[in-house]
Nanobody, 119 residues
Framework: QLVESGGGLVQAGGSLRLSCVAS????????MGWYRQAPGKQRDLVAV???????NYADSVKGRFTISRDNAKNMVYLEMNSLKPEDTAVYYC???????????????WGQGTHVDVSS
């Protein structure tokens, strides 16, 4: 299970920090990250990070958003700065979870948290 928190309403130029925690039986978490879906649009990648610390960002958020994770706590964060109205969307946490050794990872999604950036 993935649970997000930290969304809300913010003015353009402001900042928000999203958090996501994975729970249940966890042997290892491979990739964790964030996707977003604006009204009427498809779900798109925002940022992801591997267990080794590599990161990948959507071009639209590079230089403004920072993804980080705490492997000991099974958490991933998204620091969002210089927010723009076009960042308005539902943000979903994503994780590839290995429940036990010698098993394949399973993909999990959070329930989503709303981010609303006003102009």
């Amino acid at each position: 299970q993935l649970v997000e928190s930290g969304g809300g309403l913010v003015q353009a130029g402001g900042s928000l920090r999203l958090s996501c925690v994975a729970s249940g039986r966890i042997f290892r978490i491979n990739t964790m990250g964030w996707y977003r879906q604006a009204p009427g649009k498809q779900r798109d990648l925002v940022a992801v990070t591997t267990s080794g610390g590599s990161t990948n960002y959507a071009d639209s958020v590079k230089g403004r958003f920072t993804i980080s994770r705490d492997n000991a706590k099974n958490m991933v964060y998204l620091e969002m700065n210089s927010l723009k109205p076009e960042d308005t969307a539902v943000y979903y946490c994503y994780a590839e979870v290995v429940r036990a050794s010698f098993t394949y990872p399973q993909v999990y999604w959070g329930q989503g948290t709303h981010v609303d950036v006003s102009s």
